[in-house]
């Protein structure tokens, strides 16, 4: 049997590269074979904010935890009850895992499953409180509800209508983004209301608001605008044709997109910050959660929509105040109210957009590694990997376990 190395976290700050179980068809908690599940070897593996919030000791993450949900392999093992995936097939994986059989599911809310975490709706991989499934920064890794989960990006077979596994190496890099941060930051856009001719501010030029800012121009937008206080950031969202607002500047965000626009106020915004949040110029060394919520909620036009798919948390043992702790912020939801926002939150459910944002990976209307500067590493660098992400790196870590991407 194959050895099976993995990303651990082993404290605030601190994750390792160790050796640990090679995964098996069973589901622990239940005490049974997962014959509808499938065991990959990770072809891709992404680091991920979300990530980071853990590593920095800003969650109840449990030392120990396999970290990874960003995850894209190829099938080498598949369960009796497996029916349409096939060994051999690379497939990219949601990063929320979902039965296909509850109420949720069947209602296409597959970010908030009920039957695939014990402790609330909606499970992950390798995160806290989301349901204890291992996390796939690692060589090999087990899925369930195969069928159900799995987008299937090449078939070893050449199946007719889907792309052949060497034409979906070839675009490996764009297509390992389809398990979360291609799709979250389209959610963002899409449910702020951005099309044809919009114009949006998006704060937050990390990973998933590049992706956001991709998304935005891919529906249409007239002008993107992503907000950021890292200047090589905001340099990596002028390579494709953002504007930029500098929320560490003396000027407000409303008057630096006045400065853009000829007026301080947009169609549609999107938070791709979440909890962890700055302030804004003179503040913008201090952590203030609820800053980018008001921002954003100011900065939108009366009956514009606000995407969030920024990450904010019930429980922050790191947080500024004991309110910030369980998640209560001081947003100005009057405001929101007066001005009829609209207002989407939560985990984008990754299977409502995947298969689409596939084919317009595969048929060259956007070049969304490209946009989030993938650099790719191996296993070993992961460590040396959230280091460099921490400090505000403008480049999304993908990590390449088996050296199998050119």
């Keep these: ?70 995850i894209t392999g190829e099938v080498i093992e598949a369960g009796r009850d497996v029916e349409f995936v096939k060994v051999g097939d690379i497939v990219s994986v949601p990063f929320n895992i979902a039965c296909g059989r509850c109420r949720n599911c069947k209602e296409g809310k597959t970010g908030i499953c009920l039957n695939v975490n014990p402790a ?28 159900f989960n799995l987008l299937r990006l090449g078939s070893k077979m050449g199946e007719k209508g889907l792309p052949s596994k060497a034409q979906a190496m070839a675009k490996i890099k764009d297509l390992a983004l389809l398990s979360d941060i291609f799709p979250t930051g389209f959610h963002g856009a899409y449910t702020a209301g951005v099309g044809p001719g919009s114009t949006v501010y998006i704060a937050g030029a990390g990973p998933v608001g590049l992706a956001s800012a991709a998304s935005a121009q891919l529906l249409g937008a007239a002008v993107v605008i992503v907000g950021d206080l890292i200047p090589e950031r905001l340099a990596q969202a002028k390579k494709f044709g953002c504007e930029v607002v500098d929320v560490s500047k003396k000027a407000s965000v409303s008057q630096q997109i006045d400065q853009i626009l000829g007026v301080p106020e947009v169609d549609c915004a999107v938070d791709c910050v979440g909890f962890e949040a700055r302030g804004h110029g003179k503040d913008a060394k201090k952590e203030a959660p609820a800053t980018v919520l008001n921002t954003v909620m100011t900065v939108v036009r009366a009956g514009g929509n606000i995407g969030i798919p920024g990450l904010y948390v019930t429980g922050d043992p790191g947080a500024v105040d004991d309110a910030a702790k369980e998640g209560s912020l001081s947003i100005r939801i009057g405001l929101g109210w007066a001005k009829s926002c609209c207002f989407t939150t939560g985990q984008c ?28 590493i191996g296993l070993d660098a992961a460590p040396q990997g959230y280091q460099d992400f921490d400090k505000g790196a403008a480049k999304k870590f993908v990590i390449d376990p088996h050296k199998s991407v050119a």
């Excluded at 992404?46 to 960003?70: F, W, Y």
């Design 120 to 147: 609330r709706p909606g499970a992950a991989y390798g995160y806290v409180d989301m349901g204890g499934w291992v996390g796939g920064q690692a060589e090999y890794v087990m899925v369930p509800y195969a069928d």
């Design 1 to 70: 049997m194959a050895g099976n190395k993995a990303v651990v976290y082993r404290g605030p700050g601190k994750v390792e590269v160790e050796s640990i179980d090679y995964p098996k068809l069973e589901l622990k908690a239940q005490k049974r074979k997962c014959e509808h599940g499938v065991i990959l070897k990770v072809v891709c593996t992404n680091i991920c904010g979300s990530d980071q919030h853990m590593v920095r000791g800003r969650t109840t993450a449990p030392k120990g935890l396999v970290l990874g949900h960003e």
């Design 349 to 376: 459910p990754v299977m409502k957009y995947n298969r689409n944002l596939m084919q317009a990976i595969l048929h060259d209307k956007i070049q969304i590694a490209k946009a989030v500067n993938v650099t790719m």
